[in-house]
């Protein structure tokens, strides 16, 4: 039974009675099932496995839909955020089952779209959101991976060194908005600590003009990026 179904027998509430700064319990159990099973499935699609993206998608289908009845009366912009989600999920999945990776990858990823706007509208905020920053904020210092950047060039550098403050800065932030279960947790940490220990590395490797020693770095933090967005995102 698809969402928008189901949704037919919730109450809506007026929008104005539904503005809030934190998640309801209900709603939590709903965000962190999807996120937990689409990093898993992301994962999956990211290296070729399939079958076991399908099965780890149908899961993911399968928690959500048991999870709707309990979140109770709801607004409509929740519920049509609600219902593209699923949407997403569906035409992820039936991709899939057509050999369709590109589709079915994309289809994922944007399944968190509608509901990251709905959070928007009501001042929600988590703190896999920061992750995604840092993902942003680091795919702009990413580009200098691609081969070993020409350090001989001062706007090179200059690139360089401002898109490494920044990634600095999201990763500090990050740190800082994380609960403090999460905070304290050693793979966190590692990867945290790690991650801003490379980052303050840079300074030294443009200093030099070592395109080597940065492109190294740069290895290094994609690493990290990866694993905090896979684990944590």
Same mark, same amino acid.
């Given at each position: 039974?698809?969402?928008?179904?189901?949704?037919?027998?919730?109450?809506?509430?007026? +929008? *104005?009675?539904?503005?809030?700064?934190?998640?309801?319990?209900?709603?939590?159990?709903?965000?962190?099932?999807?996120?937990?099973?689409?990093?898993?499935?992301?994962?999956?699609?990211? &290296?070729?496995?399939?079958?076991? $993206?399908?099965?780890?998608?149908?899961?993911? +289908?399968?928690?959500?839909? $048991?999870?709707?009845?309990? #979140?109770?009366?709801?607004?409509?912009?929740?519920?049509?955020? #609600?219902?593209?989600?699923?949407?997403?999920?569906?035409?992820?999945?039936?991709?899939?089952?057509?050999?369709?990776?590109?589709?079915?990858?994309?289809?994922?990823?944007?399944?968190?779209?509608?509901?990251?706007?709905?959070?928007?509208?009501?001042? +929600?905020?988590?703190?896999?959101?920061?992750?995604?920053?840092?993902?942003? $904020?680091?795919?702009?210092?990413?580009?200098?991976?691609?081969?070993?950047?020409?350090?001989?060039?001062?706007?090179?550098?200059?690139?360089?060194?401002? *898109?490494?403050?920044?990634?600095?800065?999201?990763?500090?932030?990050?740190?800082?908005?994380? &609960?403090?279960?999460?905070?304290?947790?050693?793979e966190f940490r590692r990867l945290i600590d790690g991650m801003l220990?490379?980052?303050?590395?840079?300074?030294?490797?443009?200093?030099?003009?070592?395109?080597?020693?940065?492109?190294?770095? #740069?290895?290094?933090?994609?690493?990290?990026?990866?694993?905090?967005?896979?684990?944590?995102?």
């Open positions: 039974m698809r969402v928008r179904t189901l949704a037919l027998a919730f109450v809506f509430l007026p +929008i *104005a009675t539904a503005l809030a700064v934190e998640l309801t319990p209900a709603q939590r159990t709903l965000f962190d099932g999807l996120s937990a099973h689409r990093r898993v499935a992301l994962a999956y699609l990211r &290296t070729g496995n399939t079958d076991l $993206a399908a099965v780890e998608i149908e899961l993911l +289908i399968e928690r959500w839909r $048991a999870n709707l009845p309990g #979140l109770g009366p709801i607004e409509r912009s929740f519920q049509r955020s #609600l219902a593209e989600a699923e949407e997403n999920l569906e035409g992820s999945l039936s991709a899939l089952e057509k050999n369709n990776l590109d589709q079915a990858r994309a289809l994922l990823e944007r399944a968190t779209a509608p509901l990251k706007e709905w959070r928007d509208s009501v001042g +929600i905020r988590l703190f896999s959101d920061c992750i995604t920053e840092l993902s942003q $904020a680091y795919g702009r210092l990413d580009l200098y991976r691609v081969r070993v950047p020409d350090l001989g060039n001062p706007s090179t550098r200059d690139a360089v060194l401002t *898109a490494s403050l920044g990634t600095e800065g999201t990763v500090m932030r990050c740190d800082e908005e994380a &609960t403090s279960q999460t905070r304290t947790h050693p220990n490379s980052l303050r590395q840079m300074p030294e490797a443009l200093l030099q003009r070592d395109g080597n020693y940065l492109h190294r770095l #740069l290895i290094e933090q994609r690493s990290f990026e990866q694993l905090l967005a896979f684990r944590f995102g």
